[in-house]
């Protein structure tokens, strides 16, 4: 059973399209992120959601928008895709405690191409 | 900002040795992780070192913290093949979310 599933595991799409990403977890935990890794490697924080509840929104154009049905769901919807949007997009969830002190679980990843 | 900085960026391997990698940050932290990422998969937890912890051991995988020096190590004793990864440490600022270094990518070759 996989933990933390996103779907779809490749998107290539055009530049200016809106695309979505679906991220569900099946570990009960009420903490859920996502993150944007760039081809150097670097990941990134970009928003994290509590028992629905967004508690983290970096610095990220507001094209991106998350959505959190419930604890178990965060999806990502991105309007007017640009070139730099490309990278690899990961879902993790935690259990909730103080940020940064409880291990985090990770889907396989999103990867986006923008053509 | 970015606060991990992992050194070396890469490593290269013999199996049976063993490989440190090195991680460097700016602020005061609560926690640090360490992580593995293989190809085209997602990052894997490794160990979780709290402040007041100066060094962890899981299986094959030693982690010391220095808080001193704002810096951690990873070790793996007898390095396979399977241990080709890329491998990330991951700091808490307190209150907000963990922030991940560039990584080390290891390569161990049989």
């Known amino acids: 059973d996989t933990a933390v599933s996103q779907t779809p595991k490749y998107l290539v799409t055009q530049m200016g399209n809106d695309k979505s990403i679906k991220c569900e977890q099946n570990l009960g935990h009420d903490t859920m992120y996502w993150y944007k890794q760039d081809s150097k490697k670097f990941l990134k924080i970009m928003f994290s959601?509590?028992?629905?509840?967004?508690?983290i929104n970096e610095t990220v154009p507001n094209r991106f928008s998350p959505k959190s049905p419930d604890k178990a769901h965060l999806n990502l919807h991105i309007n007017s895709l640009e070139l730099g949007d490309s990278a690899v997009y990961f879902c993790a969830s935690s259990d909730r405690g103080a940020l940064g002190n409880q291990p985090q679980h990770f889907g396989d990843g999103t990867r986006l191409s923008i053509l | 900002s970015q606060q991990g900085e992992e050194d070396p960026q890469a490593l290269s391997i013999q199996e049976g040795e063993n490989a440190t990698m090195n991680c460097s940050y700016k602020t005061s932290i609560n926690n640090l992780q360490w992580y593995r990422q293989n190809s085209g998969r997602g990052l894997v937890h490794l160990i979780l070192?709290?402040?007041?912890?100066r060094e962890k051991h899981s299986g094959r995988l030693r982690v010391t913290l220095d808080t001193s020096k704002k810096s951690s190590s990873l070790l793996i004793t007898a390095s396979r093949a399977a241990d080709t990864a890329s491998y990330f440490c991951a700091t808490d600022q307190a209150g907000t979310a963990l922030i991940f270094g560039k990584g080390t990518t290891l390569s161990v070759s049989s």
């Open positions: 070192i709290r402040s007041n912890e």
């Open positions: 959601y509590n028992n629905k509840e967004l508690i």
